[in-house]
Each structure stands twice: as structure tokens, then as C-alpha cells.
């Protein structure tokens, strides 16, 4: 079998008898070329233009729990966590010291033995401190710790 042999290759998606239709006539007037819009990821503390184009909002900080952790990190604070579908254990409790946080993580250190935990935030309950929090942020006006 050569190249050559895929001259005759007739498409089955147009009619081949009667009269030529185009293409553009098989589908309904309004879909041709249209794209499917797919709703653009707007990082924290964004805003949309009409032109699609993500730009600061000044004066706006989105208050998320990892923003609450990075202002406390090196507080020692008490998690807790559960873990659904576990059968040994479904719910555990942590204390360390706050080394980190993300959106997604948070890493304590025990100030005993050194050992260090990632802890993923889908499990996490919630977090005590026992002493007063840091809450604010450098696009507020005064600080809203106490």
C-alpha cells in the first residue's frame, strides 16, 4: 500500500449524494467557532477586569487560615485532625511548634524530640494556641489582634 492509495479516501461525516453542503452548514448558526469559556483561577486578593486580566485589589486581604498560621509561626500550637476511614485511628492531635503553613500543609516541630509533621489542612478540625494570636495583616488599617 503507497500514499497514494489515500487519493480516493472519501470523509462519511458530509453527505455524498445530492446536493454540496459546506461544512458549516451541519451545524446549528451561533456554535460555529464558538470556544467554550472555562472560568478563570483568581489568586487571593485579585479582581477580574473585563478584559479577563487578574489585577490587585488594594486594601483587600482575604482572611484564610494559612494567612492566621503565617502570622503565628513559632507559637506552639495543639491540632486537631481526623481521618475518616481509618480504623486504628480516626482522629489524632498534634502539638508543636508552627514552623509553616500553606494552603494545603501545615508543619509543626515537637520541641522535645525534634520530629517534625506535614500536616495536610483536608483533615484538620481545628487549632488552639495558648497564647494571644497575631491578626493582622499590611493592608488593614489597625490591627485586629488583642
Not at 17 to 35: E, I, L, R
Not at 52 to 58: A, D, E, K, V, Y
Not at 66 to 90: C, D, H, P, S
Request: with cysteine; proline share 9%; charged share 15%.
Amino acid at each position: 500500500m503507497t500514499c497514494n492509495s489515500f487519493r480516493n479516501f472519501q470523509s462519511y461525516a458530509y453527505p455524498t449524494a445530492g446536493a454540496k453542503t459546506s461544512p458549516t452548514a451541519m451545524y446549528p448558526a451561533g456554535n460555529v467557532g464558538a470556544a467554550q469559556s472555562i472560568p478563570p483561577s483568581i489568586p487571593s486578593g485579585m479582581t477580574l477586569t473585563a478584559t479577563g486580566t487578574p489585577i490587585p485589589t488594594p486594601g483587600r486581604e482575604e482572611s484564610y487560615i494559612e494567612n492566621i498560621l503565617r502570622l503565628n509561626l513559632g507559637k506552639i500550637a495543639t491540632v486537631y485532625m481526623t481521618f475518616e476511614g481509618n480504623r486504628e485511628w480516626n482522629a489524632k492531635v498534634f502539638r508543636g511548634r508552627l514552623e509553616a503553613a500553606g494552603r494545603d500543609h501545615i508543619i509543626l516541630s515537637d520541641p522535645q524530640t525534634g520530629r517534625r509533621y506535614i500536616l495536610l489542612m483536608i483533615f484538620l478540625n481545628y487549632i488552639t494556641f495558648d497564647e494571644p494570636l497575631n491578626y493582622t495583616y499590611p493592608y488593614a488599617s489597625q490591627p485586629t489582634g488583642r
